[in-house]
């Protein structure tokens, strides 16, 4: 009886061991299945996208101030029809208004030739500025005649074609011997009369001067003025593009702030 009893209660002992065996090994089974799974998965699923590249500071630059011509055009008649310099409308973004002041004033010209006087808001402007430096005359040319211009006893006003050889010459005819001049071109903003202006205004310019191609920016409404000066550019080694007055990031005139070198 006691030989009996000892292999059952023998059996009995064995009962945790196995339990314990087939629980590891349980255990095991599962992780390994689980490994597998989930390898299986992954081959499934596809490659998470990686995150996008950060924009450089210059890229975000220009978005916002791609931005901010897109805002201010689309915005025309309260920005760049609703400015005024003392009272008379001027047709120039302010920040280039401003930079006009600073060539003026670094390098003031004895005679400042404007093509495009339109309604004469710019040429008052200019006069203001030269009335500041107590030297300096505007003679400034539209192909048509306006009325109520502004008077101002520095401002000479002509009617005609700028490309003409008549205004031309009248215009040289007006420039004293040893003279500083400097130009701004504000007319027909198509590709082959701007150029034309630049060939011919070019020659009249003095060396550490300006001759500014005005809306050079690219615009539906400005559809030659940034072409006209590239090609200048590639022709005439007498000038070469002021990038430093475009510091406030947008202007009107990108690349046509074109000084004279030599």
Not at 71 to 100: E, M
Not at 121 to 143: H, M, Q, W, Y
Request: glycine share 6%.
């Amino acid at each position: 009886m006691e030989q009996v009893n000892d292999a059952a209660g023998s059996k009995k002992s064995l009962f945790p061991i196995v339990g314990l065996l087939l629980f590891v090994a349980g255990v095991a089974l599962g992780q390994s299945w689980n490994g597998r799974s989930s390898r299986a998965d992954e081959t499934l699923l596809p490659a998470p996208t990686p995150p996008p590249k950060p924009k450089t500071d210059s890229e975000i630059s220009a978005e916002q101030i791609e931005g901010f011509k897109n805002w201010y055009y689309a915005h025309q008649p309260t920005t760049f029809s609703n400015t005024y310099w003392r009272g008379v409308q001027i047709f120039k973004c302010p920040l280039d208004a401003w930079i006009f002041q600073e060539i003026i004033h670094e390098n003031p010209p004895d005679v400042l030739l404007e093509t495009g006087t339109y309604k004469g808001g710019s040429a008052n402007f200019f006069a203001s500025l030269f009335d500041l430096e107590k030297r300096g005359r505007i003679l400034t040319v539209e192909i048509k005649h306006y009325t109520d211009k502004p008077r101002h006893p520095r401002i000479t006003y002509f009617t005609g074609s700028s490309t003409s050889d008549e205004i031309f010459q009248t215009f040289k005819k007006f420039i004293r011997p040893g003279e500083k001049v400097m130009v701004t071109l504000d007319s027909n903003h198509h590709k082959e009369h701007v150029l034309k202006e630049l060939q011919l205004y070019s020659t009249l310019v003095t060396v550490g001067n300006y001759l500014v191609v005005e809306d050079s920016i690219k615009n539906p409404n400005f559809p030659g003025a940034k072409e006209a000066v590239e090609e200048f550019l590639t022709s005439n080694s007498n000038y070469a593009a002021d990038r430093s007055r475009e510091k406030f990031g947008f202007t009107t005139n990108p690349n046509g702030w074109l000084k004279r070198v030599r």
